[in-house]
């Protein structure tokens, strides 16, 4: 073989290519978003447990609704996406007629077909892969393929059909120059498209709470795939238009968006504020604690982040803690004294605080609510309620309120300067207040008396009269978020923080003048971690704007600020609590954190030496495979966690040095079983994958070494694991 033949298969290899990449040019929309479902599927941790949760609902008596939801979706969507890429081939005026496309008519009328039926078959497997009953998850699955088989059929036979009404039906071949020479379906399906894209996006825009109540409605994958049904539907006039002007419209769209981001006109992730300030210091409210407490332990803790899953795991933990005590005549809630909670981890820790807040405030919570825990369980173990709440709360569906935002009012905002308009970001405070109103039984709106509530400031919790409540202790919460410019620790509290105390952090309220977050927003902030969740604008004492994310970019442990915290405590306390035991409780969720790296290893050696995430040699590559262009942001991405790891043995090196005065434990996920999520919405399942996690050995041994003896493990449940039989939840 001669060089010339080489030369020849590969430029024509070459023009293959091209011709390819051009054809699928004009249904990139519909492509991508296939390409997008396969990835989607296959990658992300917290699409499976969308499936898994669908799964669930379906076998425990929702059946007809998750079934039907799911399938009108695939239907809609399967629709969407045939219609988009035979709308385009066949009336892509432009280029076509001169390639493969307009050439081949099967390659014009099977592609849009293979198109449809393989988002069936994506989302098919997306229940066959998923967690739950294998009936329950091969019934689903084959209906969502009935749908997809259905589009199929449809489009095939669908001359057919209509010629049994009209028979003056006739296809259109050839160059389509002008829209009224479209056929009327193709016409018909261009203004709907478009007028329906407007009516959501409008709809979104003036009824932000009826838009999120739909699609908790619906579900997250129902209102994902119509989300890209909708979005499709809406593009493809503007492909045709684009390609027969010649205009490169979305590269346009993207200019005019990203120059209005830069000039700073664009913004609706301002941070809610009330009016107001803290007025009592943490020092005061450190010496009220140490002077009038009973505890024989100071306990402080601190909670990673890592979305739902920590927010989840640290309420659990806190919640089964509190238990325990309870039957030494304790609550972990009365001798909590601090808490440092990142991301996820403020979530959970917030809402354990908040509940027993509520619990403890008579007149607060009714006889009965959504929750349903006092009566399902009126033999239940003492403290179970409160766990039975928050377990409810948790597993509410936050994810689909906050997609709802943002693809609709929070993606059209990015066109629209100088309008502000309802963003995700505010979807995903609204969904937490929802699902904490409906399990303590309380109004949304009541900024008196329900933490969660949009307009509850956040030092309310600590300027209560302590006359209002049988428990006058509210411990002290501190929240971690991250200042974009200086990348600096930003503390949020409910009590006043002096930035001295704080080495390296600035506290909020120094930037405020006569206002304050709420507890809501101050939970928000210390999780918003891109993409999901935007960076909350806030309005500075000077005039300025400055930007916050989620705390976890610090440093994802909480423990340097919960250092800083037991240090000013000892510095206040230091005759009241003289003698007494300080307990240190950090609370990890990293399934990777308790994992050897090497088989040799222990776990329980890679979580107390540091070393947990550092590879061993044997996993080291032999060769520098990440190149030259890697390396920096792979490193600054790695050293979020290993900040993280520093915090954490530091922590425990200053307890362990001293164990005639410190306890410290460590508790944490090792060997997970169920793939557990860090987005925004959680199973039953993995709730009860955290409760095994809890009964384990490992947390076992590490809660004896801060709280004492333990009692027995619970036995394990006659009945399956699941939250609509709560009382397996408080075994």
């Known amino acids: 073989m001669n060089a010339t033949v080489v030369w020849q298969w590969l430029g024509a290899g070459w023009d293959g290519v091209r011709r390819l990449l051009r054809h699928a040019a004009p249904i990139r929309v519909p492509l991508l978003i296939v390409l997008g479902a396969i990835l989607l599927t296959r990658k992300v941790d917290q699409i499976h447990e969308l499936f898994s949760v669908s799964?669930?609902?379906?076998?425990?008596?929702?059946?007809?609704?998750?079934?039907?939801?799911?399938?009108?979706?695939?239907i809609v969507l399967a629709g969407c996406v045939w219609y988009s890429a035979r709308t385009v081939l066949r009336f892509d005026v432009v280029r076509t007629h001169a390639g493969f496309a307009h050439a081949n008519p099967l390659f014009r009328a099977w592609t849009p077909r293979g198109l449809a039926l393989a988002i069936t078959v994506i989302v098919a497997f997306g229940f066959i892969n998923a967690h739950g009953e294998p009936g329950t998850r091969a019934l689903c699955a084959l209906a969502v393929v009935g749908a997809g088989a259905f589009v199929f059929v449809f489009t095939?036979?669908?001359?057919?059909?209509?010629?049994?009404?009209?028979d003056d039906i006739v296809p259109v071949e050839g160059e389509v120059h002008r829209i009224e020479r479209w056929p009327r379906p193709t016409r018909v399906f261009a203004a709907v498209s478009v007028g329906v894209f407007v009516l959501v996006n409008a709809l979104a825009w003036i009824y932000p709470a009826a838009t999120a109540a739909v699609a908790g409605r619906l579900g997250p994958l129902a209102t994902l795939m119509l989300l890209a049904a909708l979005f499709i539907a809406a593009t493809t006039p503007l492909v045709l238009w684009s390609r027969r002007w010649d205009v490169p419209a979305f590269t346009l769209l993207l200019v005019w968006a990203t120059a209005w981001q830069m000039s700073g006109a664009i913004d609706n992730h301002k941070i809610q504020l009330v009016p107001g300030q803290p007025t009592s210091s943490i020092e005061h409210a450190f010496d009220t604690w140490a002077s009038t407490t009973t505890c024989d332990r100071a306990y402080f803790v601190s909670a990673e982040g890592g979305g739902i899953r920590a927010a989840a795991w640290t309420a659990l933990v806190l919640a089964k803690i509190n238990r325990i005590l309870l039957a030494s005549g304790h609550r972990l809630s009365d001798c909590l004294v601090a808490a440092s909670g990142v991301s996820g981890g403020s979530l959970g820790v917030a809402a354990f605080v908040a509940g027993q807040y509520v619990l403890d405030t008579p007149g607060l919570t009714p006889a009965k609510s959504s929750a349903d825990c006092t009566h399902e369980m009126p033999n239940a173990p003492q403290g179970a309620e409160l766990e039975c709440r928050l377990v409810y709360m948790l597993t509410?569906?936050?994810?689909?309120?906050?997609?709802?935002?943002?693809?609709?009012?929070?993606?059209?905002?990015?066109?629209?300067?100088?309008?502000?308009?309802?963003?995700r970001g505010r979807a995903l405070e609204n969904a937490f207040a929802d699902a904490f109103a409906?399990?303590?039984?309380?109004?949304?709106?009541?900024?008196?008396?329900?933490?969660?509530?949009?307009?509850?400031?956040?030092?309310?919790?600590y300027a209560s009269p302590s006359t209002m409540r049988a428990h006058p202790w509210v411990p002290v919460l501190v929240l971690n978020s991250t200042e974009v410019r200086s990348g600096h620790r930003v503390l949020q509290s409910g009590v006043i923080l002096q930035d001295s105390e704080?080495?390296?952090?600035?506290?909020?309220?120094?930037?405020?003048?006569?206002?304050?977050?709420?507890?809501?927003?101050?939970?928000?902030?210390?999780?918003r971690f891109t993409y999901i969740s935007p960076a909350g604008s806030l309005p500075a004492r000077n005039g300025r704007v400055r930007q916050l994310v989620d705390g976890g970019y610090f440093?994802?442990?909480?423990?340097?600020?919960?250092?800083?915290?037991?240090?000013?405590?000892?510095?206040?306390?230091?005759?009241?609590?003289?003698?007494?035991r300080i307990a240190f409780i950090h609370i990890s969720n990293d399934p990777d954190l308790g994992r050897a790296r090497d088989d040799a290893q222990d776990p329980l050696d890679a979580i107390h030496t540091g070393n947990a995430g550092i590879p061993p040699?044997?996993?080291?590559?032999?060769?520098?495979?990440?190149?030259?262009?890697?390396p920096p942001l792979v490193a600054l991405f790695e050293t979020r966690e290993s900040r993280a790891a520093y915090a954490r043995k530091m922590l425990e090196r200053s307890a362990t040095g001293e164990p005639d005065r410190y306890d410290y434990a460590h508790l944490g996920l090792n060997h997970v079983k169920y793939p557990l999520p860090l987005g925004w919405r959680i199973g039953d399942l993995a709730i009860c994958e955290l409760i095994a996690q809890f009964d384990g050995d490992l947390n076992r041994n590490e809660l004896a070494k801060v709280i004492g003896p333990l009692p027995p493990p619970p036995a394990k449940p006659a009945r399956k694991c699941t939250r609509r039989n709560p009382s397996t939840f408080v075994h």
Request: glycine residues 6%; neutral net charge; proline residues 6%.
């Open 617 to 630: 040699d044997t996993q080291v590559p032999a060769k520098p495979a990440l190149g030259e262009v890697a």
């Open 555 to 580: 440093e994802n442990s909480g423990a340097t600020t919960l250092a800083d915290l037991a240090r000013i405590f000892e510095h206040v306390s230091a005759d009241q609590w003289k003698g007494r």
């Open 502 to 527: 704080f080495p390296g952090a600035r506290g909020l309220d120094a930037w405020l003048h006569n206002q304050q977050p709420t507890l809501l927003g101050a939970v928000h902030n210390s999780a």
């Open 156 to 166: 095939w036979l669908r001359r057919n059909v209509y010629r049994r009404f009209r």
């Open 55 to 74: 799964v669930a609902a379906a076998d425990g008596g929702h059946f007809a609704k998750e079934l039907s939801c799911m399938v009108a979706a695939s």
């Open 438 to 461: 409906d399990a303590f039984g309380l109004q949304v709106d009541d900024a008196l008396t329900n933490p969660f509530s949009p307009g509850f400031a956040f030092s309310r919790l």
């Open 396 to 423: 509410r569906d936050f994810i689909s309120p906050t997609l709802a935002a943002m693809f609709t009012s929070d993606q059209l905002q990015r066109l629209l300067p100088r309008v502000e308009l309802p963003d």
